[in-house]
T-cell receptor, first 117, second 115 residues
């Protein structure tokens, strides 16, 4: 009963480095998304996907790339890390309206705490 | 642009009290509203989901209501316990038909239940 799994849990990067945050879910959810949580700002949507091969931008997409090659995985890539990307990143998944017309609660992972020096 | 506000930002009450957390949103064109709990350094745990056509949902000592026309939701916690201490987040999901499909969050209410 894994739910949404995020790796790594903690990461420290230097400015300009690249990395990929991993997210996997085992609930056959078509919808997956990434949020960042910053003090005083709340959680903000970065990118989302409604199925394999389909991605779209959220509220704060700049500096991040995503892809969705399988239903289970939705990795988030930082191509050139900047100190402003220091944050806690959460991945979430849910059924889509197509999968469940009665309601689609979002399930969240435990987060990745990322520091950019 | 949808904005979600949670009042109060922080609340401290003695154990056993009933309490109400408030959430308001500016755009009533929502698909659903979800209440979450977040413990320090942890992820988000879903508490209740209310569809836009529903008025309330209940789970154990928790009851959430939704008044879409006025842009308000409340989370009622009965007989509070120290284990209820956490940050409570309210989030709304927009209806299909325009804009990013995701949750818009409030900044949360930090709740402390005193033993």
């Amino acid at each position: 009963n894994a739910g949404v799994t995020q790796t790594p849990k903690f990461q420290v990067l230097k400015t300009g480095q690249s990395m990929t945050l991993q997210c996997a879910q085992d609930m056959n959810h078509e919808y997956m998304s990434w949020y960042r949580q910053d003090p005083g700002m709340g959680l903000r949507l970065i990118h989302y996907s409604v199925g394999a091969g389909i991605t779209d931008q959220g509220e704060v997409p700049n500096g991040y790339n995503v892809s969705r090659s399988t239903t289970e995985d939705f990795p988030l890539r930082l191509l050139s890390a900047a100190p402003s990307q220091t944050s806690v990143y959460f991945c979430a998944s849910s059924r889509t309206f197509r999968q469940d017309r009665l309601g689609q609660p979002q399930h969240f992972g435990d987060g990745t705490r990322l520091s950019i020096l | 642009k949808q904005e979600v506000t949670q009042i109060p930002a922080a609340l401290s009450v003695p154990e056993g009290e009933n309490l109400v957390l408030n959430c308001s949103f500016t755009d009533s064109a929502i698909y659903n509203l979800q209440w979450f709990r977040q413990d320090p350094g942890k992820g988000l745990t879903s508490l209740l989901l209310i569809q836009s056509s529903q008025r309330e949902q209940t789970s154990g000592r928790l009851n959430a209501s939704l008044d879409k026309s006025s842009g308000r939701s409340t989370l009622y916690i009965a007989a509070s316990q120290p284990g209820d201490s956490a940050t409570y987040l309210c989030a709304v999901r927009r209806r299909e038909g325009g804009g990013a499909d995701g949750l818009t969050f409030g900044k949360g209410t930090h709740l402390i239940i005193q033993p």
